[in-house]
Structure formats: C-alpha cells, structure tokens
C-alpha cells in the first residue's frame, strides 16, 4: 500500500453507489488518474466541494499497490483546494460550455492512465485561469486551448507555411487531412480556402497574440472556431460530446 | 456464473444504478432464501409501479393520476414554481413544509460532458407554463453541485426577459457542522448567501 500526493485539475465525477464518487483527474505528475472519493455526496463529507469539475487541488491518493495506476482505484484520502475555477466558469452558460468542452478534450488527450502528460496539465490550468477570469472571449479561449492541446499531442496545424511543402505562406488553402493550409501545387480535393483574417486569428490563438485575437470579428471568429473544431474532430477517433453545447459567445 | 434463471435474476438486478456485480449476487441469494409470500409482495409492488405511476402532465413528478398530488391541491399557491432536477427532490422540500407553491421537475440536469444539453430537460415545458403570466416567483432548486449550477444559471438566463422575481437557494454551511471544515467554494457560498439578523 502506497501513498501518492499531486496537484490536479478534477476532470470528471461520476456517481458510485449510495454516496461515493469516481473522480477523474489530471495530475502534473501522474498523468490522467481515476480514484474513489468516499462519501463526497454527502452533504457533511469532508471533501465539501473541491472534488468538483474544474477545482485545481492538492491530492493525496492511497493505493493498494505500489504504483498509483493499476491494482483497482485508489482512493482519494485528502484534498486541498489550490484554486477553485468553478465559481469563476459556472455562473456564466457560455464559459461552463467551453470550459467543460475544455476537460473533455484533455481526457481525451490522455487516454492512457498514469502516464505524465504534464504539458497538456499546464495547458488546461492556464486555460481554466484565462477562462474563470472572463478577461476575453470564452469560446476564443477555447480555441486558444484546443489549438494548444493538438500542437502539444503532436498535431500543431500549420496556419503560414504549407504544411506539405513548407512554402513559406500566406497558403490559401486549408485542409484538415493535410494539417493546415497548403499550396496551390500540394491543394488535395476538399480543400476550404478560409478568409486571411480567419488565419491570421487561428496563427494568434496558437501562439497566444491576445491582442489580435481580442480585436478579430465575429464572422472571422465562427469561421475559425469551424475550422479548429472540424480540425480536432480529425484528430479524435471519436467526436467531443460536449462540443455541440459550446454556445456562440454572448460577446460578440 | 450460475445456472439459468439464478443468473438472469443476478443480471437484472446487476443493471440498477449503484448495485454493483457483487451486491447483485447477494440480493438475489437474499431473495432464493426469503419467504414466498415476501418475494410476491416485491413482484407484486415493481408491476404495479410501472403500471399505475405516471408522470405529471403539467410538472413531471410522478402521479398516479393525470397530474400529481400537488398540481391537483387547490390549496397550493400557482404564483410560486419551484424547479428541481428529480421527482425525489419534491420529497426533499415537502418534508420541509416549508413551500407552498407548486413545482417543476426537470428530469437531471445540463451536462454537456454527458452529452445532456438544455433540450433533453423538461425546459421548454417550464417556459410554456410561464407564458400566461400567472407565475411570479421562480425557485431554483437545482442541487448545489456544478450541474445544478449551471443549469440554474442557464434557466436565469432564459426567463430573465419575462421579469419574473427568480430565486436560488441558498447554500452554505451544513447546520451542525464547524467552520473550520468548510471549503473554499462552500464558504463562499455561505457568505454570498448571508442574511440580516433581525433583532
Ligand atoms: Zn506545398
Ligand atoms: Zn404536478
């Protein structure tokens, strides 16, 4: 029996019996872990809220064997809230909705259980933060994110350079099977030719230029929100359930 | 595995929410041992429940008739609606007899991650009911959880036009618990939630 102790970021609950929880979550250190969280349902259980989705925590599990992953669920035997991004993102629809499409897609991004995946970790936080803070649009940083997790997962699309080829850009052409924009010699059937302010905000949600991202229009945005989510849709080998919720942000 | 009909019984009953594999086995041992005259009456009660209960046509709580106990009670004032995700929460607030509105049952609530969005609850139902501007007070009492919260706030946001008086529940400190052992997130709650003390 061994004793872990990481900080993460509560991905998913789910019910377990009368009154417990299964709580998925992504660790710096350990990757994506499943654990029991024994009597959280109840309203006087020690865990209060911080085992709630989008809750940044300090965790200690305890396992039966000597690794965290393997040998049955660990249990988790105490929290410490690091920071609670919930109260931030639930009490306004549009950025549950994109923050929730946001712990799905880094599930899915670390399917592999107990393997570190500490840069998607440091992502997520940022995003969580950047999110709960309501300094900028919500379903641009989304985007932002998901544009993020691909590069990091080894997928980075190419918004200048034809993906192909390398011919240095601007590409007109964009292609998801391709990787992002690419020549007129390299265009495969299927090719989208995007407006280049479309681009040019996808190249700033990537490398996070908030300053043209906060200026772009409506129109340029929902062509690249389109874009990254037909994009991710490519990558996944299943869709994201939550990614038809995401509201078209109220501000813009 | 066992033989035939012992192991539908430990299938069936495997597929309850919160009964795992092993407390299948040993409820249907509970029932090979008990009196006949006991699993009857269990027969007996499952048929007939699906049979005779229903839900309410106008707030979905179950009802054995065409509509509930409370939307038939004349005495219950039709100004004030009360939301809640499960029939089983209209049981939580009667016991308190503290309400005397009447109810709306949204059957869960909104988790996209689950694939649940706005449409696949009884929202659209609760908006034809405050068309006719006989409700004046709306009580959210989605459970204090993230999708109850949210769903509140998504249901602020689509009756907020109407100008009706909407309500949320307060929700803070568990009464005989300390101080001391409360979150972040509950505290908080509890403070945004606080009231004057009159005296
Ligand atoms: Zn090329
Ligand atoms: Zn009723």
Redesign the pocket.
């Known amino acids: 029996m061994t004793l872990f102790r990481d900080d993460g970021l509560v991905l998913r609950t789910q019910k377990l019996g009368e009154a417990d929880r299964i709580v998925t979550v992504l660790t710096r250190r350990h990757g994506r872990v499943r654990a029991v969280a024994r009597g959280v349902r109840r309203t006087k259980s020690k865990f209060g809220a911080r085992l709630e989705p989008f809750s940044h925590v300090d965790v200690q599990f305890f396992a039966r064997g000597g690794e965290l992953v393997g040998r049955g669920l660990p249990l988790c035997t105490q929290v410490e809230s690091i920071a609670a991004y919930g109260s931030g993102i639930v009490d306004d629809y549009a950025r549950y909705t994109a923050g929730t499409a946001m712990l799905e897609t880094a599930e899915r991004f670390t399917d592999h259980e107990g393997e570190p995946a500490v840069q998607q970790y440091l992502l997520l936080v940022g995003a969580l933060r950047t999110l709960a803070s309501a300094e900028h649009d919500a379903r641009l940083v989304l985007d932002a994110f998901l544009l993020r997790s691909l590069a990091v997962n080894g997928y980075a699309p190419s918004f200048e350079a034809c993906a192909q080829c390398g011919m240095p850009g601007p590409n007109r052409f964009f292609s998801v099977a391709s990787g992002g924009v690419v020549c007129g010699e390299c265009r495969v059937p299927g090719s989208v030719v995007p407006s280049p302010e479309s681009m040019e905000l996808l190249g700033a949600l990537l490398t996070g230029d908030w300053r043209i991202v906060d200026s772009c229009e409506e129109r340029h945005a929902r062509e690249g929100s389109g874009l990254v989510a037909a994009y991710l849709q490519w990558h996944l080998e299943r869709g994201l359930r939550s990614l038809r919720f995401v509201e078209k942000s109220a501000g813009l | 595995m066992y033989e035939g009909v012992v192991q539908d019984l430990i299938d069936e009953l495997g597929r309850l929410p919160g009964v795992g594999p092993k407390s299948a086995q040993r409820i249907a041992f509970h029932i090979l041992q008990a009196d006949p005259a006991d699993v009857r009456r269990l027969a007996h009660a499952l048929a007939e429940v699906k049979e005779k209960v229903r839900f309410?046509g106008?707030?979905?709580?179950v009802?054995q008739d065409e509509?509930?106990r409370?939307?038939q009670d004349p005495r219950r004032d039709p100004a004030v609606i009360c939301v809640v995700e499960e029939p089983k929460d209209v049981v939580a607030v009667e016991r308190t007899r503290e309400f005397r509105g009447?109810?709306h049952v949204l059957g869960g609530a909104i988790s996209p991650i689950e694939g649940v969005g706005p449409d696949d609850l009884r929202i659209r139902e609760l908006l034809a009911r405050l068309a006719d501007g006989t409700v004046t007070e709306l009580i959210l009492a989605t459970d204090p959880n993230l999708e109850g919260e949210a769903t509140a706030t998504y249901l602020a946001r689509m009756v907020k036009p109407m100008g009706l008086k909407v309500t949320r529940l307060a929700s803070g400190l568990p009464v005989g618990g300390d101080l001391e052992y409360a979150d972040e997130v509950t505290l908080g709650r509890a403070f945004e939630g606080r009231r004057l003390l009159d005296v």
């Open positions: 309410c106008i707030c979905g709580n009802a509509q509930c409370v939307c009447r109810y």
